[in-house]
């Protein structure tokens, strides 16, 4: 049985201070999947307890544990729509950004007492733009598979085959290997939206026919002797052209979990320069996605953002403390 009533807000600072006021538990959901989003300014809410935390990241979880004594609003940086488990009950919440299905608001209200909250964003048209890039149709798959046809036609350059064999990776006989930018700027695409193509193509292709490959150039040898020993590994990688080394993700997380972090301190210090992941696509023309699945995809994402746009807009306003 429904407990919790739906509010809409144009003001979302103005609307965590309410709800902050009104409700001992809050959550304000930080999760954006527009190209352009309008972030929430905590910064500019005032009197506001606030605690920031991500269920990915163990170190975070006393900032739960302190919410859940003191009360206040969790900051939820979990950056998808699953509601952790350890967050059985709350009063409130609050989407920064209006997601683009109304089950993600039935899912929070099934452990929601009092009241959830939306941003109203000020048009809808990134919404509808994100749903195209998510969702994308028949018509854009077809183009995308085009092109790949001839990609697999061509096959891999000596350059990559080489690459491969360093990698262990067994090539097919309609291999070949492109980042998301290069396939992009063929399909006259933007790389956001391409990536999210590819994405979708493999979902439904399975992801054994495609392997990503990191590409990383070393630069400078680190000063933190933590970071010598993938430092060290990377440098000593064949040079296949203007420094670039290439290599799976695998191979360093034998190394250590902790890997990821390594490396975006290595980049953020300028002892690597990180280039864009390259795609091994290793297909036969039979798996490639028919453009009726993507239609049908696309029609039930299009039609459930129209329900949830007509949940926000026919919502009360949420009523606020104080004017902007």
């Given at each position: 049985m429904k407990q919790w009533h739906?509010?809409?807000t144009a003001q979302i600072e103005l609307a965590v201070e309410s709800m902050a006021a009104r409700n001992k538990h809050s959550i304000l959901k930080k999760t954006y999947n527009t190209k352009n989003p309008i972030y929430v300014k905590t910064n500019h809410c005032r009197g506001v307890p606030f605690f920031l935390w991500?269920?990915?990241v163990k170190s975070m979880d006393r900032e739960l544990e302190r919410w859940k004594v003191e009360g206040g609003v969790l900051i939820d940086n979990g950056g998808d729509y699953e509601l952790d488990e350890r967050i059985q009950g709350f009063d409130a919440a609050l989407f920064a950004e209006a997601p683009i299905?109304?089950?993600?608001?039935n899912f929070y209200g099934k452990r929601c007492k009092k009241e959830i909250i939306v941003f109203r964003p000020p048009t809808w048209a990134e919404h509808e733009a994100t749903v195209g890039r998510l969702f994308p149709t028949g018509l854009a798959m077809e183009r995308g598979a085009e092109r790949i046809r001839q990609h697999m036609q061509e096959g891999l350059s000596p350059k990559f085959r080489q690459v491969l064999k360093d990698c262990n990776i067994d090539a097919g006989p309609f291999s070949f290997a492109a980042s998301d930018k290069e396939l992009a700027d063929e399909l006259d695409m933007e790389v956001y939206a391409f990536a999210a193509l590819?994405?979708?193509?493999l979902e439904i292709m399975r992801r054994k026919y495609w392997q990503p490959l990191m590409v990383l150039i070393p630069k400078i040898s680190p000063d933190n002797p933590a970071y010598l020993p993938i430092y060290r590994f990377i440098e000593n990688l064949p040079d296949r052209a203007n420094g670039e080394r290439y290599l799976q993700d695998a191979?360093?997380?034998?190394?250590?979990k902790?890997?990821?972090a390594v490396v975006r301190a290595m980049v953020r210090e300028g002892c690597l320069e990180r280039r864009p992941y390259v795609y091994v696509w290793d297909l036969n023309q039979s798996v490639l996605p028919i453009p009726e699945v993507f239609d049908r995809r696309h029609r039930k994402a299009t039609t459930e953002l129209q329900f949830l746009k007509q949940l926000v807009d026919s919502a009360t306003s949420y009523p606020l403390d104080r004017k902007a």
């Open positions: 739906l509010y809409k991500n269920p990915r299905d109304s089950c993600f608001l590819r994405a979708r193509m191979t360093l997380r034998a190394m250590s902790e890997y990821k």
